[in-house]
């Protein structure tokens, strides 16, 4: 276990170091072509690492927002199901490839040659590739419709900027194989145009036409919009474009297939009246049970194989995901545990496995079944590298390697290694918490009135009908899938539409973005730097005067080689620092703009004097993100960073309601009690605070809390508990209730 305060050293040790030198080793090992195709490991800054095995590194990293992507794809359950109905199914249709809503079904003729004794002859012969894509949504699962009043203004022409897509700008391109095609007078006004020009313009189909000399494929703006935007995953698009398809597009159930992706033969087949599209939308955990009680000898390993892989989804606690779940909903803690499935049957040992937080989304009733899957993967012969805060992992460690004794600056050093023992005594911050006992809150706060939830079915709620207190600081708890998020995120914001959730989803930014741009704070900076050398504040900016010539002020420079990864290096003009020369000989209190943004907040709020620059950067400090550098890159932050980041954003504001989901991620015990006593000082001026947490001692500390249960998927959304954490501990139908009693000593929970 590597164990620290939040921004220690830990993860630049264990990630960035031993498991990516692991990795460039690798790499290395395969010939110069294929190394061109793989990612440019850079060297990581150790001067010597031995005894290196391979690494699987098993990250927090979000799934690929692929829109074909789903867990049963990403983890070859999908394959072995489309195998097993392709042999068993009823009525037969084909083989696995006729099950796959990837797959379209293509039918058509060509000519192969043929060797007839001495002679080779020519003969034609037709071919069909039966797939199981639905041709309607092109196995999507939704269909789009888009509305032309948000892609163009009608009151003006092609050639006066009619068309109002992004990238479409007048003397573009794009524009110009409209207003050049000769279909239309391209400076008419698109209001002027007759129904056989606006259906041209629109619809056409596709079709061969010479435009300024070259001879190019003409197709409606609709189709061609659907082709280059709507193909892809919205939330992959970069902001601007993402925006636009939010406004002129309706994304609604397909009507064909019923959201299924599948067509209608591949629908038909049936096993025991089950379709592959039924069998890919149970809870696994059902599935599973189902599997098992088929008894097809002429497919028995592949059903034994196939039921391994669906027990593993309930043993690791994601049992009440469906295999038809896009990937790129899961949450950073269910993709990484979702990854882990395919490496617990594997028949590789003295491999290393590096873990960032496992047990992160897990209620404390799956950490012990997680803990015992981490033991399972070190008794094969692996040696098993975990990143984590939970005490109730780090105490299975056989060695611990805690990091400190601060965060940012104060940290980066080993300040204990050695058996968990040894930890609890050595007095670092780790080990002062480890055994720190929790207490119950002794006198909860009166609510001061309620926000009412009636009848509430998403998901997998039952009806759910419940009071959420105002005034004091609301837990909601249950195991993960029990329907926390369903009932707060997709219920209680449409109940009262002025409550502010702040949740852990990707910052929307640009590769400029970062935490003093996010803020607001870089303007008030670039001003104090302005003023304090006379000078425009513009020169302080990397978007605009100051911005090195050579990277255009990102520091880094970006190259792509459209088969191949984009590769990335540092600028080799500014060195990364993404200002000019010139720019760096200004300076404020002795430090120029480059060395300003790297410092950590809890460094700059002591050398900032400016009034909005201070107060933000004590926000940031209150949340405990006084570790981070103002200047350091957005997409670097995990989910509980960005949520904090976002938290210090609202405390300025006049939210009155504020929901948090799991606040607590990548929070070390330290600053768990920090946080609770942020959370505290919010309710305490007069806020609600409502907290989706898994965290015990948030529980425990908590006035009010509300368990949802009892299991997950369909064995949850009721809830089973409303009141003080004192009463909990004593409900034995709450497994929350029944772990927050061993956490405060008082009862085993067996």
Same mark, same amino acid.
């Given at each position: 276990?590597?164990?620290?305060?939040?921004?220690?050293?830990?993860?630049?040790?264990?990630f960035?170091?031993?498991?990516?030198?692991?990795?460039?080793?690798?790499?290395?090992?395969?010939?110069?072509?294929?190394?061109?195709?793989?990612?440019n490991?850079? /060297?990581?800054?150790?001067?010597?690492?031995?005894?290196?095995?391979?690494?699987?590194?098993?990250?927090?990293?979000?799934?690929g927002a692929?829109?074909?992507?789903t867990?049963?794809?990403?983890?070859?359950?999908?394959?072995?199901?489309?195998?097993?109905?392709? /042999?068993?199914?009823?009525?037969?249709?084909?083989?696995?490839?006729?099950?796959?809503?990837?797959?379209?079904?293509?039918s058509?003729?060509?000519?192969?040659?043929?060797?007839?004794g001495?002679?080779?002859?020519?003969?034609?012969?037709?071919?069909?590739?039966?797939?199981?894509?639905?041709?309607?949504?092109?196995?999507?699962?939704?269909?789009?419709?888009?509305?032309? *009043?948000?892609?163009?203004?009608? %009151?003006?022409?092609?050639?006066?900027?009619?068309?109002?897509?992004?990238?479409?700008?007048?003397?573009?391109?794009s524009?110009?194989?409209?207003?050049?095609?000769?279909?239309?007078?391209?400076?008419?006004?698109?209001?002027?145009?007759?129904?056989q020009?606006l259906d041209?313009?629109?619809?056409?189909?596709?079709?061969?036409?010479?435009?300024?000399?070259?001879?190019? *494929?003409?197709?409606?703006?609709?189709?061609?919009?659907?082709?280059?935007?709507?193909?892809?995953?919205v939330?992959?698009?970069?902001?601007?474009?993402?925006?636009?398809v939010? /406004?002129?597009?309706?994304?609604?159930?397909?009507?064909?297939?019923?959201?299924?992706?599948?067509?209608e033969g591949?629908?038909?087949?049936?096993?025991?009246?089950?379709?592959?599209?039924?069998?890919?939308?149970?809870?696994?955990?059902?599935?599973?049970?189902?599997?098992?009680?088929?008894?097809?000898?002429?497919?028995a390993?592949?059903?034994?194989?196939?039921?391994?892989?669906?027990?593993?989804?309930?043993?690791?606690?994601?049992?009440? @995901?469906?295999?038809?779940?896009?990937?790129?909903?899961?949450?950073?803690?269910?993709?990484?545990?979702?990854?882990?499935?395919?490496?617990?049957?594997?028949?590789?040992?003295?491999?290393?496995?590096?873990?960032?937080?496992?047990?992160?989304?897990?209620?404390?009733?799956?950490?012990?079944?997680?803990n015992?899957?981490?033991?399972?993967? /070190?008794?094969?012969?692996n040696?098993?590298?975990?990143?984590?805060?939970?005490?109730?992992?780090?105490?299975?460690?056989?060695?611990?390697?805690?990091?400190?004794p601060?965060?940012?600056?104060?940290?980066?050093?080993?300040?204990?290694?050695?058996?968990?023992?040894?930890?609890?005594?050595?007095?670092?911050?780790?080990?002062?918490?480890?055994?720190?006992q929790?207490?119950?809150? *002794?006198?909860?706060?009166t609510?001061?009135?309620?926000?009412?939830?009636?009848?509430?079915?998403l998901?997998?709620?039952?009806?759910?009908?419940?009071?959420?207190p105002?005034?004091?600081?609301?837990?909601?708890?249950?195991?993960?899938?029990?329907?926390?998020?369903?009932?707060?995120?997709?219920?209680?914001?449409? $109940?009262?539409?002025?409550?502010?959730?702040?949740?852990?989803?990707?910052?929307?930014?640009?590769?400029?973005?970062n935490?003093?741009?996010?803020?607001?704070?870089?303007?008030?900076?670039?001003? !104090?730097?302005?003023?304090?050398?006379?000078?425009k504040?513009? @020169?302080?900016?990397?978007?605009?005067?100051?911005?090195?010539?050579?990277?255009?002020g990102?520091?880094?420079?970006?190259? %792509?080689?459209g088969?191949?990864?984009?590769?990335?290096?540092?600028?080799?003009?500014c060195?990364?620092?993404?200002?000019?020369?010139?720019?760096?000989q200004?300076?404020?209190r002795?430090?120029?703009?480059?060395?300003?943004?790297?410092?950590?907040?809890?460094?700059?709020?002591?050398?900032?004097?400016?009034?909005?620059?201070?107060t933000?950067?004590?926000?940031?400090?209150?949340?405990?993100?006084?570790?981070?550098?103002?200047?350091?890159?957005?997409?670097?932050?995990?989910?509980?960073?960005?949520?904090r980041?976002?938290?210090?954003?609202?405390?300025?504001?006049?939210?009155?309601?504020?929901?948090?989901?799991?606040?607590?991620?990548?929070?070390?015990?330290?600053d768990?009690?920090? @946080?609770?006593?942020?959370?505290?000082?919010?309710?305490?001026?007069?806020? $609600?605070?409502?907290?989706?947490?898994?965290?015990?001692?948030?529980?425990?500390? !908590?006035?009010?809390?509300?368990?949802?249960?009892?299991?997950?998927?369909?064995?949850?959304?009721?809830?089973?508990?409303?009141?003080?954490?004192?009463?909990?501990?004593?409900?034995?139908?709450?497994?929350?209730?029944?772990?927050? !009693?061993?956490?405060?000593?008082?009862?085993?929970?067996?």
């Amino acid at each position: 276990m590597f164990t620290g305060v939040s921004g220690s050293g830990k993860s630049s040790l264990v990630f960035g170091t031993v498991a990516a030198e692991s990795q460039r080793l690798i790499n290395e090992t395969y010939s110069a072509f294929v190394q061109g195709f793989m990612p440019n490991l850079a /060297r990581p800054d150790v001067d010597s690492l031995e005894g290196l095995t391979t690494a699987i590194i098993l990250d927090q990293e979000r799934m690929g927002a692929n829109v074909r992507s789903t867990v049963g794809t990403v983890t070859d359950a999908n394959a072995m199901l489309r195998v097993v109905f392709s /042999r068993i199914g009823e009525p037969h249709i084909g083989g696995p490839q006729a099950y796959s809503f990837n797959v379209p079904s293509v039918s058509g003729a060509g000519a192969v040659k043929v060797e007839r004794g001495a002679g080779v002859i020519k003969e034609s012969r037709s071919f069909s590739i039966a797939g199981g894509m639905c041709p309607r949504c092109e196995g999507m699962g939704t269909a789009s419709a888009v509305d032309v *009043t948000q892609l163009y203004d009608e %009151s003006k022409s092609l050639n006066g900027g009619a068309i109002t897509v992004p990238g479409y700008t007048a003397d573009g391109w794009s524009t110009r194989q409209y207003s050049e095609s000769g279909f239309f007078d391209p400076d008419k006004p698109i209001r002027d145009y007759t129904k056989q020009e606006l259906d041209d313009f629109l619809y056409r189909e596709p079709g061969k036409k010479k435009i300024a000399g070259i001879n190019l *494929t003409y197709q409606g703006l609709v189709p061609r919009i659907q082709q280059s935007m709507l193909s892809k995953d919205v939330d992959a698009l970069q902001p601007h474009l993402r925006a636009f398809v939010e /406004r002129a597009v309706t994304f609604t159930t397909c009507p064909d297939c019923g959201g299924t992706r599948l067509n209608e033969g591949a629908r038909s087949s049936k096993i025991a009246g089950i379709s592959i599209a039924d069998a890919c939308a149970m809870q696994i955990s059902d599935l599973a049970g189902w599997v098992r009680g088929l008894a097809e000898p002429s497919v028995a390993p592949l059903l034994a194989a196939l039921g391994a892989t669906l027990d593993a989804f309930v043993e690791m606690g994601l049992g009440y @995901l469906s295999l038809d779940r896009p990937s790129g909903t899961l949450s950073g803690g269910e993709a990484q545990r979702t990854r882990m499935i395919r490496h617990l049957g594997s028949s590789l040992t003295d491999v290393t496995y590096v873990f960032d937080e496992p047990t992160i989304g897990l209620h404390a009733h799956d950490v012990e079944r997680m803990n015992r899957l981490l033991l399972r993967l /070190r008794d094969k012969g692996n040696t098993v590298l975990v990143v984590e805060h939970d005490p109730e992992v780090i105490r299975i460690a056989d060695h611990v390697v805690d990091m400190g004794p601060g965060a940012g600056p104060h940290g980066g050093r080993i300040v204990y290694q050695g058996p968990v023992e040894g930890l609890v005594a050595s007095g670092t911050a780790t080990g002062r918490h480890l055994d720190a006992q929790q207490t119950l809150k *002794t006198n909860p706060r009166t609510p001061a009135g309620s926000i009412p939830i009636r009848d509430a079915s998403l998901h997998n709620l039952r009806d759910v009908s419940v009071d959420v207190p105002l005034g004091v600081l609301v837990a909601v708890t249950g195991v993960a899938g029990s329907g926390k998020s369903s009932l707060i995120h997709g219920c209680l914001p449409r $109940t009262d539409p002025s409550v502010t959730v702040i949740d852990q989803s990707a910052i929307r930014g640009s590769r400029r973005s970062n935490p003093a741009t996010y803020t607001g704070i870089l303007d008030p900076i670039r001003t !104090a730097f302005a003023r304090a050398n006379g000078v425009k504040p513009a @020169l302080f900016s990397a978007n605009s005067e100051g911005a090195c010539p050579n990277c255009n002020g990102l520091g880094k420079t970006y190259t %792509s080689l459209g088969f191949m990864a984009e590769v990335v290096s540092i600028c080799e003009v500014c060195e990364g620092r993404r200002y000019t020369d010139d720019v760096l000989q200004y300076r404020l209190r002795g430090r120029n703009i480059v060395e300003a943004l790297a410092m950590p907040v809890e460094e700059a709020r002591e050398f900032f004097t400016e009034k909005p620059v201070r107060t933000m950067l004590e926000r940031m400090a209150d949340v405990g993100l006084g570790y981070i550098a103002l200047g350091q890159e957005l997409d670097t932050l995990s989910g509980g960073e960005r949520q904090r980041l976002k938290l210090a954003i609202e405390m300025s504001g006049d939210t009155e309601v504020y929901v948090l989901d799991e606040p607590t991620t990548g929070l070390h015990l330290q600053d768990v009690d920090n @946080l609770i006593g942020l959370l505290d000082r919010l309710v305490e001026s007069g806020k $609600t605070v409502i907290v989706i947490e898994h965290n015990l001692d948030v529980v425990a500390r !908590a006035d009010w809390v509300i368990d949802l249960g009892p299991g997950g998927g369909h064995d949850g959304g009721r809830v089973i508990f409303e009141g003080p954490p004192a009463a909990l501990v004593r409900d034995e139908a709450s497994l929350t209730g029944q772990h927050l !009693a061993r956490r405060l000593g008082e009862v085993a929970v067996t």
